[in-house]
């Protein structure tokens, strides 16, 4: 299982042999801080060091970020290139038909079935070499895909775990003149920061923004040092290292680990790495077990007595309710019971019953909206049902 980490000048390329490199220019990739001139560098002086040397095209794009990323790319000395690592469908498509090096296709964000990834090698044929799978693909599941595949596959060892991307500029509001020296969307802009949840006590979160978007991160990185063996049993073939954010220091444990594994090793990484590790979805993917959580359980209708929901509340006022049961009819002396979001229980009974004109009403059905006399302690989205107490 072969180990690939990222490309900078603070790789020292004469501490490997044989090494697999990743080079990001700026132009092209997510991450990358490379100019032209450096990506042609530092390609050229790993071939010379008998290095394997990938580019980096990762970016997603549109129309006119195409042309541009294109434009790039025709001036990059491709003979120190032994493949090209793509993401995005037209950057696929364009380097299929314009060029002869084998297709690293990275399917991290998309693609998580048998099926899609047939079709890509199929219209790949033999140029797609390598395949970068996400890693939401728990063991269970690679040990079911990998046989099935033609073509060798790599999976992200250790590194940070990508939440959110969006291409607008979000950390640069606000910032002063003198704060940031960048223009939005240079070669050079580089913005870094931490961020915080406003609705739970999550927080952590690295930000990061640069010329192509914005970035949040899961506050705990991905680490599946501790599983060497297995992913080799598995069948995965190359490991990739995130050593983009990583200390010299920290980089150094991972390797040594990689070469070596022991359990003393993963702790020494353990203990140097600034964020907590965790192995995602490695030995479970129970994403769908959060779906039912998605939905606030206590005002989750119970049909047999639902009436419908609470929309506003004028407090000492009125309650707004829309209703939402067509087979029940609210009406005058009816009690009601309310449960909020918050889990609390309260009881109503209609001592008066208006539409939205304002005129009263003995009775109302349907999908009505209505408005009933008030009680404290009931917040919107509170849920409304028949109370036989």
């Known amino acids: 299982m072969s180990p690939i980490l990222y490309l900078s000048d603070s790789v020292d390329l004469k501490k490997f042999t044989n090494g697999e490199f990743i080079i990001e220019p700026s132009a092209l990739s997510r991450f990358g801080k490379l100019d032209l001139k450096k990506t042609n560098l530092l390609s050229k002086e790993a071939k010379e060091n008998g290095h394997k040397v990938y ?8 129309e006119k970020d195409f042309i541009k990323s294109v434009e790039f790319f025709k ?15 037209g950057a696929i498509n364009w380097c299929l038909e314009n060029t002869t090096h084998d297709l690293h296709l990275n399917l991290e964000t998309g693609n998580h079935n048998y099926l899609g990834i047939k079709s890509w090698l199929e219209k790949g044929k033999s140029r797609i070499s390598r395949i970068v799978l996400s890693i939401e693909w728990s063991k269970s599941q690679l040990e079911e895909l990998l046989p099935r595949l033609s073509c060798p596959v790599e999976f992200l060892g250790m590194g940070r775990i990508l939440l959110f991307y ?3 500029y979000l950390l640069n509001v606000g910032l002063s003149n003198r704060e940031s020296t960048l223009e939005v969307g240079d070669t050079g802009h580089w913005l870094e920061a931490a961020g915080q949840s406003e609705e739970s006590p999550h927080k952590g979160f690295p930000l990061l923004e640069n010329r192509h978007g914005t970035f949040m991160f899961l506050p705990s990185d991905h680490c599946l040092l501790d599983y060497l063996k297995d992913l080799k049993e598995v069948g995965i073939s190359y ?18 680990q990689v070469k070596a594994p022991s359990i003393e090793g993963f702790q020494r990484v353990k203990e140097i790495s600034e964020a907590r590790l965790i192995r995602g979805f490695y030995n479970t993917n129970k994403s769908d077990v ?9 005002i989750q209708r119970r049909d047999e007595n639902y009436l419908g929901q609470i929309l506003d509340v004028n407090k000492k006022n009125y309650l707004a309710i829309k209703l939402k049961n067509p087979k029940k009819t609210l009406s005058l002396g009816d009690n009601l019971c309310l449960q909020t979001p918050d889990g609390k229980t309260k009881y109503l009974t209609v001592n008066w019953l208006k539409d939205c004109a304002g005129n009263d009403k003995d009775q109302a059905s349907g999908e009505d909206l209505v408005f009933v006399n008030h009680v404290g302690g009931v917040s919107v989205r509170a849920s409304v049902y028949f109370s036989h107490e």
Do not use: C, G, Y
């Not at 001036?75 to 469908?89: G, M």
């Not at 490991?239 to 040594?256: A, C, G, I, W, Y």
């Open 55 to 62: 580019l980096e095209w990762d970016i997603l794009m549109v």
């Open 75 to 89: 001036q990059i000395d491709l003979k120190n290139i032994d493949a090209i690592r793509v993401q995005d469908p």
């Open 166 to 168: 969006t291409p607008r």
């Open 239 to 256: 490991l990739r290292l995130d050593n983009r954010f990583m200390s010299k220091e920290l980089l150094e444990s991972v390797l040594e």
């Open 290 to 298: 959060l779906f039912k959580k998605l939905k606030n359980h206590r």
